[in-house]
C-alpha cells in the first residue's frame, strides 16, 4: 500500500473521514513507514475530537448499539420511558467509551470500571444521588448500585431485551457473540415460545419459562451456555433499572456452567469473565482489527491478533495501544487481492 493509501485508510479508520494536512505531509515524506511517527500520528489523531467517529461507528458495530435508537419498550409496562432517556443511554456509553480511548485505558474496564457517565436524569433513573443537572459528569458507581462497566449501562441492557421484558437469552447470546466472540448457533426452526404463564394462570419469571423450554433436547444444550450467562443480569429490568422481584416473585440472579461453576449476579458475571482476560481481550482485538479492515478475519489474520495481544499484554490491554497494533500490522498495511 502507498504512503497515501496508508494516510487514507488511517484516517477512515480513526475519524470516518480523509486525512488532514499534517497527516498528508507525513505522508508525502515517507515518515509513515517510520513506527515512531506512525505512533505519533496515531496518537495525535485520537486525541483529536474527530476520534470521536470510532467511539460511535465501531461501538456501534460491535456493541450492536444502534438497536438503542429504534428500541420502542411497552408502554404499559414502561410508560416513564421517552426519547430523552433512550438518548442518555447512549451518551454514557459514548463517554465512557471515549474516556477509556483517549486516556489509554485497559480494555478490562470495558467490564470492570467503578465509574460512569450520568446526568441527574440518568443518575435518578439508575438510583444513584448526589448528581444534579442535565450536563453529563463522571460519577463513581456506589457499590451497592450492583453497576460497573458496560454491563451496568441502559443502553446494553435495554437492546437486549424484548418490548415488555427481559430475556436472559438475548443478554446471554450478546456476551457470548460480542464480549466473547463465541456465539451460540442459530436456535432450529419451528421452536414454540416461551410458555409465560402457568397453573391458575400465574406469571411465570423469566427463569421458570427457560426451566420449561429446557426439557426440550434440541434446545437445552445451547441454553445450558447462554441462559447462566443471562440470568447473572436479571436484577436489571427492561430499562436497566435495579429490581429484586420479578412477576411478584424474588429475583433469582445465579446459574451454573456446564463447566461446573456457579455465577450469581451481576457482580459474579463480572468475576468470571475477569477472571479470563485474555479470553475478553481476544475476541476485543477481532472485532477491533475486523472494523479496521472493513471484512471478516480469516484464519491468517490470527498470528496477526496473537502478536497484537502479545504486544500489548503487559499494559492491561490498552485501548489505544490495541488500536495502534491494528494499525502498525501487516493486514491493515497491505492490500488484499481478489482471490482472498
Known amino acids: 500500500m502507498s504512503d497515501f493509501e496508508l494516510a487514507s485508510r488511517i484516517s477512515f479508520f480513526l475519524w470516518s473521514s480523509i486525512p488532514d494536512d499534517e497527516l498528508l505531509d507525513a505522508a508525502s515524506r515517507g515518515d509513515l513507514r517510520d513506527p515512531a511517527e506512525l ?3 496515531v496518537r495525535r489523531m485520537l486525541a483529536d475530537r474527530r476520534s470521536s467517529a470510532l467511539v460511535e461507528n465501531f461501538a456501534g458495530q460491535w456493541l ?3 438497536k438503542v435508537a429504534g428500541f420502542r419498550p411497552d408502554r404499559d409496562a414502561y410508560p416513564r420511558f421517552d426519547s430523552a432517556l433512550a438518548a442518555a443511554f447512549q451518551k454514557e456509553t459514548r463517554l465512557f467509551l471515549r474516556s477509556l480511548l483517549r486516556e489509554n485505558r485497559s480494555i478490562l474496564k470495558l467490564l470492570g470500571a467503578d465509574y460512569t457517565y450520568l446526568n441527574e436524569r440518568l443518575a435518578r433513573h439508575y438510583g444513584i444521588g448526589g448528581v444534579i443537572g442535565p450536563g453529563f459528569r463522571r460519577v463513581r458507581l456506589p457499590r451497592e448500585s450492583g453497576r460497573g462497566g458496560l454491563l451496568g449501562h441502559g443502553s446494553v441492557l435495554m437492546a437486549t431485551s424484548h418490548a415488555a421484558r427481559t430475556s436472559p437469552v438475548l443478554r446471554g447470546t450478546w456476551i457470548l457473540g460480542n464480549l466473547l466472540n463465541s456465539p451460540p448457533p442459530p436456535p432450529p426452526a419451528n421452536i414454540p415460545p416461551l410458555q409465560e404463564s402457568g397453573e391458575g394462570g400465574r406469571e411465570l419469571t423469566a427463569k421458570e419459562q427457560l426451566a420449561r ?7 437445552a444444550s445451547c441454553h445450558a451456555r447462554i441462559d447462566p450467562l443471562g440470568f447473572a443480569l436479571e436484577n436489571f429490568d427492561v430499562l436497566g433499572r435495579w429490581r429484586t422481584e420479578d412477576r411478584g416473585e424474588p429475583i433469582d440472579a445465579s446459574g451454573s456452567l456446564a463447566s461446573g461453576e456457579t455465577i450469581e449476579g451481576p457482580e459474579g ?11 475478553f481481550a481476544h475476541a476485543t482485538v477481532e ?10 478475519l480469516n484464519p491468517r489474520d490470527q498470528p496477526t491478533v496473537r502478536s497484537i495481544l502479545r504486544e500489548t499484554e503487559s499494559n492491561g490491554y490498552r485501548f489505544a495501544d490495541l488500536v495502534l497494533g491494528a494499525i502498525a500490522s501487516v493486514p491493515f498495511r497491505m492490500r488484499q487481492s481478489p482471490e482472498d
Open 269 to 279: 458475571l463480572r468475576g468470571l469473565l475477569l477472571g479470563r482476560p485474555e479470553r
Open 39 to 41: 505512533e505519533r500520528q
Open 64 to 66: 450492536g448499539l444502534r
Open 213 to 219: 423450554h429446557m426439557a426440550d433436547t434440541a434446545c
Open 287 to 296: 472485532r477491533l482489527l475486523t472494523y479496521a479492515l472493513g471484512r471478516e
